[in-house]
């Protein structure tokens, strides 16, 4: 029973160390140590992503996709983002330096990612009062 136990545990830290896996917390560029020969990707955006009311203090965050980075023509996606439960309206996405455009709920944004830079985005909608 113990190397069933020993056997199930090795197994289960070979699904978690495997490159690609996601996991949160850090960038696919940064847990992938596969053979890929090209230098790992450190640059990208990050920001907020949600809506607010004339009413409100603060901004209330998207859950799920809330972010999509589309090629400089804004012709083809690219990447997307997420916001999480545990922090909503919070993404990060990890980029390759160059041009894009940003859709968010605030509208679209024009950026340029250097090498090893991180550009941050606050894309808010302004939402109506109601009836």
Not at 19 to 41: E, Q
Request: hydrophobic letters at 35%; proline letters at 8%; glycine letters at 14%.
């Amino acid at each position: 029973m113990r190397q069933l136990v020993i056997a199930g545990a090795i197994t289960l830290a070979a699904i978690i160390a495997q490159p690609g896996s996601s996991h949160g917390g850090a960038p696919p560029d940064l847990a992938d140590k596969s053979t890929n020969t090209s230098p790992p990707v450190r640059s990208g955006i990050y920001g907020y992503s949600g809506g607010r009311s004339d009413i409100a203090s603060d901004p209330e965050g998207v859950v799920g996709e809330c972010i999509w980075v589309y090629d400089a023509m804004d012709k083809s996606q690219v990447a997307k983002g997420e916001c999480s439960e545990r922090r909503p309206g919070n993404f990060r996405v990890v980029l390759r330096p160059g041009r894009y455009v940003v859709h968010g709920p605030g509208g679209n944004q024009k950026v340029e990612i250097k090498q090893g830079e991180w550009v941050k985005i606050s894309s808010i909608v302004r939402l109506p009062l109601g009836p």
